[in-house]
């Protein structure tokens, strides 16, 4: 066996012969009958190993709790973004619901190819086998929204629908609709950033650049939901541009978009308030983990997710 099991004492002494240092063994168990070996060590060792080494050797000084801390970091990270993202997600379901449901007022008009853009067909036919296999699922059920809608009034509203389409779903929606409808949402969330930060500049309506922003964002939603590595997750972003929100420096679409990108972004919708907030539970977080690491394993942890040191100035 290539990986053949191996008990948690025998894990400790691997570990230690790759030179970690488990101060107390006893506690180390402990975390790792809670949250297993491969969680913890695959997961977050890269950081702390050293380069130079021919066989996987950790830098000296790391200790079994510094890869513990980064884990919780992350953990931490996780839930703190999702819970924004999924503010992001409620904005854009709504919008796409209002404006989608103003200019079409018929049942089930998000079953009508002609209510999108003509020259998306092949999208909008996936798109509508998707809503279709949606509104399948939650009418097995006697009881809930979607069955109490279809069996009292004989339609099923898009905004009742929107509540049941995951986020990937909602982006392809947007993606699917006529321009003026794109142009019309995305107006209004510019005018609303505008508004909610005073800003009396001209930001132009590039509405298919979000529909590449809710792309984007999914993809940090969907590591989030899975309880995947996120602080130094790196995403390739074709042509996306965020130039216009930013007041120093934009994405490099040659180069991958990091965790500080999702920040900007959420900035364009959250309010100013709850975007505040944010930014001092991830300045908290920063400070907690500081206290843990080497000030140069911080850095790199910073670095991986693309935060300069004066990251809060660029805010």
């Known amino acids: ?13 691997i570990l230690r012969d790759r030179n970690m240092i488990i101060k107390d ?15 913890i060590i695959n997961g977050y060792k890269d950081i702390f190993l050293d380069s130079s080494a021919t066989v ?22 996780r839930g703190l973004f999702l819970k924004y993202i999924l503010k992001l997600e409620s904005i854009i379901k709504t ?3 209002y404006h989608f449901s103003n200019k079409y007022r018929t049942p089930f008009n998000y079953l009508n190819t002609s209510n999108f853009k003509k020259s998306n067909l092949s999208e909008v036919t996936t798109l509508i086998s998707r809503i279709s296999a949606t509104v399948e699922k939650n009418t097995k059920n006697d009881k809930g929204q979607v069955p109490y809608y279809l069996n009292t009034y004989e339609n099923l509203p898009l905004w009742v629908l929107m509540k049941k389409l995951d986020f990937g779903a909602a982006a392809y ?20 950033y505008k508004k909610e930060y005073k800003l009396q500049i001209t930001i132009p309506n590039e509405y298919d650049q979000l529909c590449k922003i809710l792309f984007f964002v999914n993809k940090f939603r969907n590591t989030c939901a899975h309880d995947e590595r996120l602080y130094n997750l790196s995403i390739t972003s074709k042509n996306l541009k965020f130039q216009h929100f930013y ?9 991958k978009s ?25 300045k908290n977080e920063f400070d907690d983990l500081s206290g843990e690491l080497p000030s ?6 910073q670095i991986s997710m693309g935060f300069p040191k004066a990251w809060e100035a660029q805010l």
């Open 258 to 282: 990091k965790l500080i990108d999702l920040l900007f972004v959420l900035k364009l919708f959250l309010t100013k308030k709850d975007f505040k907030k944010l930014v001092s539970l991830l």
């Open 95 to 97: 919008k796409i619901s």
């Open 1 to 13: 066996m290539d990986k053949p099991f191996k008990t948690y004492n025998q894990q400790l002494k």
């Open 173 to 192: 929606f947007y993606n699917a609709l006529q321009d003026n409808l794109k142009c019309d949402i995305c107006e209004e969330i510019i005018n609303e």
């Open 296 to 301: 140069n394993i911080f850095n790199l942890v």
């Open 247 to 255: 007041r120093v420096g934009t994405i490099n679409t040659a180069s």
């Open 56 to 77: 996987e050797t950790y830098k000296a000084g790391t200790e079994f709790e510094q890869l513990h801390a980064l884990f919780e970091f992350d953990r931490n990270l």
């Open 25 to 39: 063994g006893s506690k180390a168990i402990k975390v790792l009958k809670r949250e297993d070996y491969y969680n």
